[in-house]
């Protein structure tokens, strides 16, 4: 049977087969057509740490990598993902053999996280970004925070967390 995505119609009441590659190790669930990668991860295979917070895409909680990029998982339908490499904040740690990687430390020192429950989504969203722009200046953070709905920290402490990973000084940071 071909990959789910290269089939062009999916009949709505049968659940179908998604194979997944979840933090590294090879997965299966099945998903109706209609189902959310978020609950598919949530429901299906257990994730847990990947949130819901709006269902719209807006609050950033949900954000997962999808082949390394970015992704809201609210946003995609599971049998999207079908083949798919899929990293959640589960195995950030579990790449880092088993330790939490700087940025999570990070976090932690700087107080970056009250209730947590858009933490996974910020630190999946930085792991992505920090990736691609290694050394950003606090504009260009504060920016990319835009996209990311934190109701408790008020951002100062993520933007100190990132800074330190970063390699700048507190004393760079401390007018955040």
């Known amino acids: 049977m071909p990959p ?3 089939i062009s119609t999916l009949a709505a009441e049968t659940r179908h087969a ?3 590659v979840l933090n590294g190790t090879p997965r299966t ?4 057509p209609r189902l959310l990668l978020s609950d598919f991860l949530r429901h299906e295979l257990g994730a847990h740490g990947t949130r819901v917070g ?3 895409g807006v609050c950033g909680a949900c954000t997962v990598r999808i082949d390394g990029v970015a992704q809201r998982a609210c946003l995609t339908l599971a049998v999207q993902a079908d083949g798919r490499r899929i990293d959640t904040v ?3 740690a579990q790449a880092n053999g088993g330790q939490m990687t700087a940025l999570q430390e990070a976090f932690r020192r700087h107080h970056a996280l009250q209730c947590g429950f858009c933490t996974a989504g910020i630190l999946m969203s930085l792991t992505d970004y920090l990736s691609r722009n290694p050394e950003p200046t606090e504009e260009e953070l504060r920016d990319m925070l835009s996209g990311h709905l934190c109701r408790c920290t008020g951002y100062a402490g993520i933007v100190r967390a990132v800074m ?3 390699g700048r000084t507190m004393k760079e940071v401390a007018h955040v």
């Open 18 to 20: 998604v194979s997944i």
């Open 90 to 92: 589960e195995g950030l």
């Open 29 to 32: 669930g099945h998903a109706h």
């Open 54 to 56: 709006c269902e719209h």
């Open 164 to 166: 330190d990973v970063t």
């Open 4 to 6: 789910l995505n290269s």
